[in-house]
């Protein structure tokens, strides 16, 4: 299994992005019935989540993304998406998605940069 994250690059405060992350490998019969997530980690500190998505596609968010964050998923792309809006300085992060149980290899990530 292969988890890619895209989507990240430098924007301005108030901004937005939207993540992808793409599972690859033999997971398609998996894939569905996996709980999803989007982690963070900046430099020195620890993983955090930040937005779950169930196999059947309800939503959950950290306090520190509510409101401004959308965690979606297409099953039949095995992907995750999300959704940023509003973007602030610190939501600077290194963004990846594993699922809930982080039970996948971790990818790369993809960076998120927010500043003017």
């Known amino acids: 299994v292969q988890l890619q994250a895209s989507g990240g690059g430098l924007v301005q405060p108030g901004g937005s992005l939207r993540l992808s992350c793409a599972a690859s490998?033999?997971?398609?019969?998996?894939?569905?019935?996996?709980?999803m997530a989007w982690y963070r980690q900046t430099p020195g500190n620890q993983r955090e989540l930040v937005a779950t998505i169930f196999s059947g596609g309800s939503p959950n968010y950290a306090d520190f993304v509510k409101g401004r964050f959308t965690i979606s998923r297409d099953n039949s792309r095995k992907t995750v998406y999300l959704q940023m809006n509003n973007l602030k300085s610190e939501d600077s992060a290194v963004y990846y998605c594993n699922s809930i149980d982080e039970d996948w290899p971790w990818g790369k990530g993809t960076q998120v940069t927010v500043s003017s």
């Open positions: 490998g033999s997971i398609f019969s998996v894939f569905s019935p996996k709980h």
